[in-house]
């Protein structure tokens, strides 16, 4: 199946940020359309933006005319289109725990400290921009404190979060990383994470996918 793909991204989105390297690690190229969920009121609230995701939400990945939605979703069907290299390990033991550790992020960590979270935090519970900050530092802390514990424990763990090739994990733990740091969060206190986080800049699909490297980056 030919590659003819269109990421509709933002630049601080870690979900994004997800896609960006998994294309990145197949050596995809993508042609980006910027989304900024800030400017003209959200412009994921558009009409065009809302007919390919009623969810006004990024990414969204075309492919061939076909629009998916969904970070995880999108990564797992790049992976089925075009496997090589995988993000996925070949037992069912290791794509469960790698699987799980993609969920801990996207699922139990994001969702309470994304955009859309924070404005409502300050617009209808009328919360300061200092009890926004505490709020994700704790979402953030409980979570990497597992992760940590879950990573530092685990036989499978390499110079990455299964092995020594990246997967699906470390695609949705390294933008958790960057959100944590722009936080100024010490994530050294979560040695096993930093060290993963060292190994994945190591690679070019990492750099390059960082927010600060995007042609819409302010």
């Known amino acids: 199946m030919a590659a003819e793909l269109t990421l ?3 630049f601080r989105s870690s979900a994004a940020f997800r896609v960006r390297i998994a294309l990145n690690l197949k050596g995809l190229t993508a042609q980006h359309k910027f989304v900024h969920l ?7 609230f558009g009409a065009d933006y809302a007919r390919l995701n009623p969810q006004h939400l990024v990414p969204t990945l075309v492919h061939n005319g076909h629009p998916l939605q969904q970070s995880l979703a999108i990564i797992e069907y790049l992976d089925e289109v075009f496997p090589e290299p995988p993000l996925l390990p070949p037992d069912a ?4 725990w790698v699987r799980a550790i993609a969920l801990a992020v996207a699922c139990d960590i994001h969702p309470v400290n994304n955009l859309r979270m924070r404005k409502y935090l300050h617009k209808e519970l009328g919360r300061s921009n200092d009890e ?4 994700q530092v704790h979402w953030i802390s409980l979570g990497f404190d597992a992760l940590e514990t879950m990573l530092a424990k685990s036989e499978s763990t390499g110079r990455f979060c299964h092995g020594d090739v990246p997967t699906l994990a470390d695609i949705c733990l390294i ?7 722009a936080l ?3 994530v050294e206190k979560w040695p096993t994470l930093a060290l993963i ?3 994945a800049f190591a ?3 990492f750099l390059e996918a960082l927010p600060k490297n995007q042609a819409d980056a302010e």
Request: glycine share 12%; net charge positive.
């Open 8 to 10: 509709y991204t933002y």
């Open 38 to 44: 800030l400017k003209d009121g959200g412009q994921q």
């Open 93 to 96: 033991l290791g794509r469960a």
């Open 132 to 135: 926004i900050r505490d709020w």
């Open 175 to 181: 933008p958790q990383m960057a959100n944590a740091r």
């Open 184 to 186: 100024n969060m010490g």
């Open 197 to 199: 986080e060292r190994a």
């Open 203 to 205: 690679l070019p699909a």
